[in-house]
């Protein structure tokens, strides 16, 4: 290796190090990290001597290369930059590199219509900028898309050397999915760069699939140079010729995917084809377009169809035509299902006026479907199909995370910021096990065993804990949350309330009386829609006329410890 091509390799070494302000750096740890690097480039040791450091420091302290580099000693032995934001990648081009750049640039400009120079255009453009910038102190003319924020682009260089030199990495790897670092051997072959992310192809055995590892869940990096490299004629755009994206399938998943594009979209995506195999297949008098592309379904390509909007549709294949769909649909039932800001800061105090509340699309269709699925297996474990089934959260932390999700939370918050669940039931309001609800109040509570304590009466024990009526007080300090499984409309058996009634106890003669002079509001809400109860609101049901499930998640709250020693019966942990 050239001797100025060692000393440029630990200017930039001694450069990153005194960048690096987390630690404090001695003589010795620059000569170190000079060694570690030449080491790295050259594949043999290289000794470094002190002299060699102190006077590259002396060199960079001064105005032979222009750096002017602000280095300083403190506490008599540690070097660093007095200026933060100093580096030596960023200090002006002189006069001398400005006609070197210039000169370059004509040269290149004789070659740029060469097919085998046609990429360097771009490279050409950003050039020719540079210089005028720098000469003339003005904004740049090209401005490129960039994220110096982005993880993992610390690993170019060491990738890049190793694709080049041929060295088999040892890496340690987190995907999104795993919980835990994974560490394996993985052999190199290619650097692939896509929605602005960078990606490393190669395999981890000779036996093994081509792979493809994002860089930024890299952890860190490792070599192994005892372990000899797979040879393999990898051609990467032999590799990626039927693929949008960097998700690769076998050959025979490829197949046409007909598009049709409206008028608006039509030129930007006939100047900027989707790819390579894009060919028109028809023009419109509208000027909309059809166009086929001769690729692989992947989540890239999907993800770049529903960019486009309803400016695009997919024609064909018809599974994809679905999924895009199915997609379309999920988001506008995302869309609905944000919280209202206004609405949750005004609900509380109609819940506490009125005594119940309904909110439409707390939960999109996919979530009530993964709900209902997980519910499933535990009531099948049940002899039959019951009315009910008590204590459905409590040993199943799956079902609780999925009913518990952000917006159920900030709603339970917004009622009260330290509610605990002390009770989930789920019923199953089906036509064949149909059954009704008289006018009541929902006034007993349980608790996990007997205790005589002043206000709590008519203790009965049931399923393992006993039911008794708190102080009318108590009552006051608890809240129903009603998510609906499926849609509940009057056929099917929704709830019928008499609003205001949850003051306080009333008396058979009170209830007829308010029967006879309100009318009742029927709770109808479409799947995905919570309703809030105050435990002492009069409330009623009939029957399922419309044999359609009518199942429901039935939740209680209370913003109070129990007395005494008294404990909740189904009392959950619930951070919220």
């Known amino acids: 290796m050239a001797q100025n091509k060692n000393a440029l390799i630990r200017y930039k070494t001694i450069d990153k190090c005194l960048q690096n302000r987390y630690r404090n750096w001695t003589l010795e740890d620059l000569i170190e990290a000079c060694s570690e690097a030449l080491f790295e480039y050259e594949g043999r040791e290289v000794y470094v001597s002190k002299r060699t450091v102190q006077l590259d420091i002396q060199l960079m302290r001064s105005d032979k290369l222009g750096y002017n580099a602000p280095i300083e000693v403190f506490d008599r032995k540690f070097y660093r930059y007095s200026d933060e934001e100093y580096s030596i990648t960023n200090i002006p081009l002189t006069d001398t590199d400005m006609q070197v750049l210039f000169e370059s640039v004509e040269m290149l400009k004789q070659f740029k219509d060469f097919s085998l120079f046609t990429e360097l255009g771009d490279v050409i453009h950003r050039l020719e900028d540079k210089i005028y910038t720098e000469k003339t102190k003005q904004r740049a003319i090209i401005h490129l898309d960039k994220n110096e924020k982005l993880k993992g682009l610390e690993h170019l260089d060491t990738l890049y050397q190793a694709i080049l030199k041929k060295t088999v990495l040892v890496l340690q790897y987190q995907s999104f999915k795993a919980r835990e670092v994974d560490a394996f051997h993985f052999h190199p072959f290619l650097l692939k760069e896509f929605n602005n992310r960078w990606f490393l192809i190669g395999k981890k055995s000779r036996d093994k699939e081509i792979q493809t590892l994002a860089l930024d869940r890299i952890v860190a990096i490792d070599f192994d140079t005892k372990t000899t490299f797979i040879e393999e004629d990898f051609d990467g755009d032999e590799y990626y010729k039927h693929t949008v994206g960097v998700s690769v399938l076998p050959e025979k998943y490829v197949e046409d995917i007909v598009l049709l594009?409206?008028?608006?979209?039509?030129?930007?995506?006939l100047t900027k084809p989707m790819h390579h195999t894009q060919?028109?297949?028809?023009?419109?008098?509208?000027?909309?377009?059809?166009?086929?592309?001769?690729?692989?379904?992947?989540?890239?390509?999907?993800?770049?169809?529903?960019?486009?909007?309803?400016?695009?549709?997919?024609?064909?294949?018809?599974?994809?035509?679905?999924?895009?769909?199915?997609?379309?649909?999920?988001?506008?039932?995302?869309?609905?299902?944000?919280?209202?800001?206004?609405?949750f800061k005004n609900l509380k105090r109609k819940f506490d006026r009125v005594g119940f509340y309904l909110l439409s699309n707390m939960y999109t269709g996919k979530e009530i479907r993964k709900i209902n699925a997980l519910i499933e297996p535990i009531i099948q474990q049940k002899e039959g199909r019951l009315n009910n089934v008590r204590a459905i959260l409590k040993d199943n932390e799956t079902?609780?995370?999925?009913?518990?999700?952000?917006?159920?939370?900030?709603?339970?918050?917004?009622?009260?910021?330290?509610?605990?669940?002390?009770?989930?039931?789920?019923?199953?309001?089906?036509?064949?096990?149909?059954?009704?609800?008289?006018?009541?109040?929902?006034?007993?509570?349980?608790?996990?065993?007997?205790?005589?304590?002043?206000?709590?009466?008519?203790?009965?024990?049931?399923?393992?804990?006993?039911?008794?009526?708190?102080?009318?007080?108590?009552?006051k300090k608890i809240f129903?949350?009603?998510?609906?499984?499926?849609?509940?409309?009057?056929?099917?058996?929704?709830?019928?309330?008499?609003?205001l009634s949850h003051k306080k106890r009333l008396t058979t003669e009170q209830t007829t009386t308010l029967l006879e002079h309100v009318e009742p509001v029927v709770c109808q809400l479409e799947r995905g829609g919570v309703m809030l109860m105050r435990p002492l609101l009069l409330h009623a049901s009939g029957k399922n006329k419309s044999k359609k499930k009518r199942r429901i998640l039935h939740l209680e709250f209370s913003a109070e410890d129990l007395p005494g020693s008294l404990q909740w019966a189904e009392e959950m942990e619930l951070t919220l």
């Open 261 to 269: 594009i409206n008028s608006k979209m039509a030129p930007y995506v």
């Open 480 to 499: 129903t949350l009603r998510i609906h499984l499926d849609d509940v409309t009057v056929d099917s058996g929704a709830l019928k309330v008499i609003p």
């Open 279 to 343: 060919e028109v297949i028809e023009k419109y008098p509208d000027r909309s377009v059809k166009i086929r592309l001769r690729v692989h379904r992947s989540f890239e390509l999907e993800r770049l169809i529903l960019g486009y909007g309803e400016e695009m549709q997919v024609l064909e294949p018809l599974a994809l035509r679905r999924s895009i769909e199915n997609n379309l649909k999920e988001c506008l039932d995302r869309y609905k299902t944000l919280p209202n800001a206004v609405q």
């Open 399 to 475: 079902l609780f995370s999925h009913v518990f999700n952000t917006r159920l939370k900030e709603l339970i918050r917004t009622i009260h910021p330290e509610a605990k669940l002390v009770k989930s039931i789920y019923f199953d309001k089906s036509g064949d096990q149909n059954w009704v609800v008289n006018w009541h109040q929902d006034i007993p509570i349980n608790v996990s065993e007997k205790k005589e304590i002043d206000g709590f009466s008519s203790w009965v024990q049931k399923d393992g804990f006993y039911s008794v009526l708190p102080p009318e007080e108590l009552s």
